[in-house]
Antibody
């Protein structure tokens, strides 16, 4: 059974950087894409981007290009999302989620999600 | 970017009711739609992908239909565990877009 466990809640000051981790288990870490999404209070989900843990390749929503960094440590099956220059608009619940790939085909829907990491940006 | 409009935003229903939630895309997205269930404090759960394919382990009371620009999620007989927020996702092109969500409440 695939599980994604995210790091705990964070409180950050404006201008700071954030790193959220997503530890996976129950599957081949390098076989599935890892997506990152967020949901601000009262808003819908916003897709930020995905990473191919095998190659390290990434794809971002235009809004997040140059601002979000996605990395991974394959030795511990963990993916990371780093967001810089935080503002109050970045206050949100951040999710990682996986897409099961088969034969090189990785669908765009997310079949397993992490529990979410609440991030509050406030001075 | 393609826009996705989900309705209604809130739905009140009773156990045993049949309910339908709709997502409309601003242009054709063929069948590249997924539906999820989300309960507070929990991880979202995939219900349906490719508009109508039921994810393994999801009860058959859930079904999805549609293609092109209009898509529906139907719960044929509401169970107590079904009261949650539901949202759609289009994934035919980047950026992936989500509907605003429908909160299904107990009447």
């Amino acid at each position: 059974q695939v599980q994604l466990v995210q790091s705990g809640a964070e409180v950050k000051e404006p201008g700071a950087s954030l790193r959220v981790s997503c530890k996976t288990s129950g599957h081949t870490f390098t076989g599935d894409y890892i997506h990152w999404l967020r949901q601000a209070p009262g808003q819908g989900l916003e897709w930020m981007g995905w990473m191919n843990p095998n190659s390290g390749g990434t794809n971002f929503a235009q809004k997040f290009q140059g601002w979000v960094t996605l990395t991974r440590d394959t030795s511990i099956s963990t993916a990371y999302m780093e967001l810089s220059r935080l503002t109050s608009d970045d206050t949100a619940v951040y999710y990682c989620a996986s897409s099961s790939c088969s034969g090189g085909d990785c669908p765009g829907y997310m079949d397993v999600w992490g529990q979410g990491t609440t991030v509050t940006v406030s001075s | 970017d393609i826009q996705m409009t989900q309705s209604p935003s809130t739905l009140s229903a009773s156990v045993g009711d049949r309910v339908t939630i709709t997502c409309r895309a601003s242009q054709s997205i063929r069948s590249w739609v997924a539906w999820y269930q989300h309960k507070p404090g929990k991880a979202p759960k995939l219900l349906i992908y490719k508009a109508s394919i039921l994810e393994s382990g999801v009860p058959s009371t859930f079904s999805g239909s549609g293609s092109g620009t209009e898509f529906t999620l139907t719960i044929s007989s509401l169970q107590p565990d079904d009261f949650a927020t539901y949202f759609c996702q289009l994934y035919n092109t980047y950026p992936y877009i989500f509907g605003q969500g429908t909160k299904l409440e107990i009447k």
